[in-house]
């Protein structure tokens, strides 16, 4: 599995995509520092772009990935290869180069910029972390996505459907469900909705860095509880665990069975 | 001669009572004087107690005469929980440099560790209060000074605490440079006019670090209030003065920066707003100028409530709140004019510093939030920016005549 992660990792670190990922981030990130002269706010502005940008290129990327690189999967299973391995390996391959150039792309100029030196960088890091747990997330589900579809149309098709369902079809949804039952509880309702979207989550997670101040501002006994205590940061990194893991299980799952 | 005899009767009346000005009375545990109340029953008009230090236990003391009392080393005075510590009758009495703990707790009477009662220019100074009910009590009194004092309660609910420095029918008074902490009110001005609170730091209180009531003509400048329940609350009252002051850190569900309530013909100017959960919360109040404030990092920096009219906000700073302004109606009778909206995504084509397009500070969500608190847990999503977006374009819930017409492009500093 390492020999294949290796493989794939630097193929795609040759390859021009990655460079152009990496080189747009870099860029994003000289060019809101440049325009901002503030920290905070540019994290903030970040925050908005990696909600919505790196599950987008997650998708489509880890769906790209895998049919391009489709004749070469045959080939290596044509070898005495556990399948879980290949199908692992090739899907961390693409996860890590796209977190990597999501970390360096972003790193860099926020670095020069005296990110040590402010105390933003807890905020930063936590953008960070939340990022790479959104490719490893996006990745998983294109991966899935495209082992269950030969045909490459509608592969692409499902992956940008499921990234618009996610980033705003369900939030939309989500609202007026809301705003329907507002006359009943909704404290729980409102964070098991959140849960059940990693682009919430992650949303929800830098949220509670950022305008505590404001979500404070709801009075609900659980809701206080979440947001007040560590104990929501906790459970939301559980919970980005959790979804991570179980895409990939289902990797796995399907590799085992799939007639090639 | 009798006319030399009457001369010289009034030069000794005039020797004695210049005697008796200059007399000083010292209170120390091993002196001939040990108690404070013995002391002023000895003591005459206009004569100087000095109190060396050590503990002394006792409660209900009375000063009936102008006296000045001034404590060496912090001597303590333990009201051992009995009452009342130090009650003040009469005009011209200083008080200085003593530390008094346990004041009485009582549902009845509000015991207090110093009282002020229908007194004229009263100096209260460098007093430390501990474990008390109510601290600095100011009744029908006027033209008084309080300064440098610490109260430092130690309070846990609002029914069974009392305010550190309380005014009720008393005008003219200074309160400056005190640290109030951990009681129910931090200073609480009722009935009260024509006061002056500066560079006072309140903080960690129960319900608000000031609090004024029915107190008209007043001004508070330069204080810190930071950490309390609810931050200050300005009720009822008219032409009040908020200057430079910084208002921080009061979270949660019924936290305010300041909270408004039937206040008319205010200035606030100059004040800082840092993260609080509201930052100024406003019902009922009308023709009110806020100018070079700045808010920043709030949850809400400006909440209206409803029946605000005829306000006007000029040339503040609305640095990275999570809403600007929340209005729960349609109608909008207030003027916002040159602030600068770090939310604003102009442009400013002619380069005179104003952007071209007006900004909208209302965003459609802050009415959702209004309607259902829970979506709160949806800000910053994308589909709320689209819907703000929309609602931006065409307004419909919002009021569409509320918006700045000249935001500006650059921060501004003064």
Redesign the interface.
């Known amino acids: 599995m390492l020999k294949i992660l290796k493989y794939s990792f630097f193929d795609l670190m040759r390859s021009r995509w990655s460079y152009v990922y990496f080189a747009f981030y870099l860029l994003l990130g000289i060019v809101l520092l440049f325009l901002n002269n503030d920290l905070?706010?540019a994290v903030?502005t970040l925050?908005?772009v990696i909600?919505?940008l790196v599950p987008l290129i997650g998708t489509i990327f880890g769906v790209m990935y895998f049919y391009n690189s489709k004749e070469f999967t045959e080939l290596l299973l044509a070898q005495p290869l556990k399948r879980s391995s290949i199908f692992l390996g090739q899907y961390l391959g693409v996860a890590l180069s796209l977190s990597m150039s999501l970390i360096l792309g972003l790193g860099l100029p926020f670095v020069f910029y005296g990110l040590f030196k402010s105390n933003t960088i807890w905020d930063f890091s936590l953008l960070l972390i939340t990022g790479t747990f959104l490719t490893l997330i996006f990745t998983a589900l294109a991966f899935n996505i495209a082992l269950s579809n030969e045909n490459k149309i509608k592969g692409f098709g499902y992956a940008i459907l499921l990234w618009l369902f996610l980033?705003?079809?369900y939030?939309?949804i989500?609202?007026m469900t809301?705003?329907l039952f507002?006359d009943y509880p909704?404290?729980k309702?409102?964070?098991i909705?959140?849960m059940l979207n990693p682009i919430?989550l992650s949303?929800?997670l830098i949220?509670l860095k950022?305008?505590?101040?404001?979500?404070?501002?709801?009075?609900?006994a659980i809701?206080?509880q979440f947001f007040g205590t560590s104990f929501g940061l906790i459970i939301s990194f559980i919970m980005l665990i959790v979804w991570v893991v179980l895409p990939v299980l289902r990797i796995v799952f399907k590799a085992k069975k799939k007639d090639f | 001669m009798k006319c030399f005899l009457q001369h010289s009767v009034f030069l000794i009346l005039v020797f004695t009572s210049y005697i008796g000005f200059s007399q000083t009375i010292n209170v120390c545990e091993d002196c001939s004087i040990s108690s404070i109340k013995s002391a002023i029953k000895q003591a005459k008009n206009y004569d100087t107690i000095v109190i060396k230090k050590g503990t002394y236990k006792e409660y209900n003391i009375v000063i009936d005469k102008p006296l000045t009392i001034i404590g060496k080393n912090y001597p303590v005075i333990d009201g051992e929980l009995k009452g009342e510590v130090i009650t003040i009758i009469s005009n011209n009495v200083t008080v200085d440099g003593l530390f008094v703990i346990n004041v009485g707790t009582s549902y009845t009477e509000d015991y207090a560790a110093i009282r002020v009662r229908r007194s004229k220019h009263f100096v209260i100074k460098n007093i430390v209060l501990e474990k008390l009910f109510f601290g600095i009590y100011i009744e029908k009194s006027s033209y008084g000074k309080i300064y440098h004092n610490k109260i430092i309660g130690d309070a846990i609910e609002e029914y069974n605490s009392g305010n550190g420095i309380q005014l009720w029918y008393s005008n003219h008074i200074e309160i400056e440079h005190n640290y109030v902490e951990h009681v129910r009110d931090g200073i609480y001005l009722e009935f009260s006019d024509d006061c002056l609170i500066k560079n006072n730091v309140s903080a960690e209180n129960l319900r608000y670090g000031l609090h004024f009531m029915f107190s008209n003509d007043d001004v508070y400048q330069d204080n810190t209030f930071e950490n309390n329940g609810a931050g200050v609350a300005v009720m009822f009252s008219k032409k009040i003065k908020m200057l430079n002051n910084i208002f921080k850190e009061n979270w949660g569900t019924a936290s305010y920066g300041m909270l408004l309530k039937e206040i008319n013909d205010a200035e606030i100017i100059g004040n800082t707003f840092e993260e609080n959960t509201i930052g100024i919360n406003i019902e009922g109040s009308n023709r009110i100028t806020y100018k070079n404030n700045n808010f920043t990092n709030n949850g809400w920096a400006i909440k209206v409530r409803g029946a605000c009219y005829a306000n006007r906000f000029l040339e503040n700073n609305f640095l990275y709140n999570s809403f600007d302004i929340s209005y729960n109606s349609k109608v909008n009778d207030n003027v916002f004019d040159k602030n600068y909206w770090s939310n604003y995504t102009g442009y400013d084509l002619d380069k005179n510093g104003v952007g071209d397009i007006p900004y909208r500070p209302v965003k459609l969500f802050s009415y959702i939030v209004n309607r259902t608190p829970e979506t709160i847990i949806l800000l910053r999503s994308l589909f709320i920016d689209l819907i703000d977006f929309s609602e931006k374009v065409s307004p419909v819930f919002t009021p569409d005549n509320l918006m700045d017409n000249n935001p500006l492009i650059k921060k501004i500093t003064w």
């Open positions: 905070s706010k903030i925050m908005n909600i919505v980033a705003i079809i939030d939309g989500f609202l809301l705003v507002e909704l404290d309702l409102s964070l909705g959140t919430d949303r929800t949220l950022l305008d505590i101040s404001a979500l404070l501002g709801y009075t609900g809701f206080k």
